[in-house]
């Protein structure tokens, strides 16, 4: 059975930094472009970034709000993803799913079960 | 950027209702969309990609169509469990953008 759990978020004050982490399992890992989507209290869903699969390097893409500010990484050998976030902002603030693409690269087929970072004085 | 447009931003309809909402892209996105449901406090939940197709597992009453700029989520009898949030998804180029999604509630 395929399950992402996400684990890490919490308050934290403007400027400061976290880690997400996200436990990946019942499933090939480095096959799967792994993301990261975010949705602000009663907003809809954004991107946030992604990871290629091993094939691809693990390369990496950001959505322009976090380019700078974020780091995806992956470590193959516990299948974990890995979100940090430095320089936060209030409008980071939202649940921060873990996704798992499909292998054809069309759609989010797995989701975890989100975890919230609150970034606020 | 592409900017996906969902309308209607909330639908009232009653259980069997045959519902369809709209997506329509800034720019053509051939067949790279999806389509998620998402129930409140719950993740979403993928239910068409590839603009047609179904994801495993879905129930057969959902359906997907469009290509190029405007695309369309059909429920053909809406059920109670139907109730949720609709998001559409477009995959052609980053960023990855999402639509702002269909609220479907009860009448």
């Known amino acids: 059975e395929v399950q992402l759990v996400e684990s890490g978020g919490g308050l934290v004050q403007p400027g400061g930094s976290l880690r997400l982490s996200c436990a990946a399992s019942g499933f090939t890992f480095s096959d799967h472009f792994m993301d990261w989507v975010r949705q602000a209290p009663g907003k809809g869903l954004e991107w946030v970034g992604r990871t290629r699969d091993k094939a691809r390097g693990y390369t990496t893409e950001y959505a322009a709000s976090v380019k700078g500010r974020f780091t995806i990484s992956r470590d193959e050998s516990n299948n974990s993803l890995y979100l940090q976030m430095n320089g936060l902002k209030a409008e980071d603030t939202a649940v921060y799913y873990c996704?798992?693409?499909?292998?054809?690269?069309?759609?989010?087929?797995?989701w975890g079960q989100g975890t919230l970072v609150t970034v606020s004085s | 950027d592409i900017q996906l447009t969902q309308s209607p931003s909330f639908l009232s309809a009653s259980v069997g209702d045959r519902v369809t909402f709209t997506c329509r892209a800034s720019q053509g996105i051939s067949s790279y969309l999806a389509w998620y449901q998402q129930k409140p406090g719950k993740a979403p939940k993928l239910l068409i990609y590839?603009?047609?197709t179904l994801q495993s597992g879905v129930p057969s009453r959902f359906s997907g169509s469009g290509s190029g700029t405007e695309f369309t989520l059909t429920i053909s009898s809406l059920q109670p469990e139907d109730f949720a949030t609709y998001y559409c998804?477009?995959?052609?180029?980053?960023?990855?953008?999402f639509g702002g999604g269909t609220k479907v509630e009860i009448k």
């Open positions: 590839a603009a047609s």
């Open positions: 996704t798992r693409d499909l292998i054809t690269g069309r759609g989010f087929d797995y």
């Open positions: 998804q477009q995959r052609n180029g980053y960023p990855l953008t």
